[in-house]
């Protein structure tokens, strides 16, 4: 194979590999994206991890002392689930909490004191 074809090959396996990967730790653009405020009303300090399909190289986490709350993106009726992992200071998992929700509403608060196992509603 000439060395241009065989650089052309190895350009298009890579883009094809990049857009599955983003396509996988994305929204789809289909889905109603709404901002959830996530609170720490528990008594110690955590940690909520995005989830991701099991294909991201990166995750987002959000370091919340008690009292501490943070915005982050929800769904509505959302493809992929929306389970983000929370943890405490050593890393042990407390549960997750489930950011998909059936219909749009305004001023979403949702406490982690009410963890779900994860992947589990």
């Known amino acids: 194979?000439?060395?241009?074809?065989?650089?052309?090959n190895v350009l298009a396996v890579s883009l094809m590999a990049i857009t599955l990967v983003l396509a996988a730790c994305s929204v789809d653009p289909g889905e109603d994206v709404i901002p959830v405020t996530v609170v720490?009303?528990?008594?110690?300090?955590?940690t909520v991890?995005?989830?991701?399909?099991?294909?991201c190289t990166t995750y987002t986490a959000e370091h919340l002392q008690p009292g501490d709350s943070v915005t982050v993106s929800g769904c509505v009726q959302c493809v992929v689930e929306q389970y983000w992992k929370v943890v405490d200071g050593?890393?042990?998992?407390?549960?997750?909490?489930?950011?998909?929700?059936?219909?749009?509403?305004?001023?979403?608060?949702v406490y982690l004191s009410h963890l779900v196992r994860c992947g589990h509603t």
């Open 90 to 109: 050593s890393g042990r998992e407390l549960g997750c909490i489930d950011l998909n929700f059936q219909t749009r509403r305004s001023n979403i608060r």
């Open 1 to 8: 194979m000439r060395p241009d074809r065989r650089r052309r």
């Open 40 to 46: 720490d009303d528990r008594v110690i300090p955590v």
């Open 49 to 55: 991890i995005q989830q991701c399909s099991g294909v």
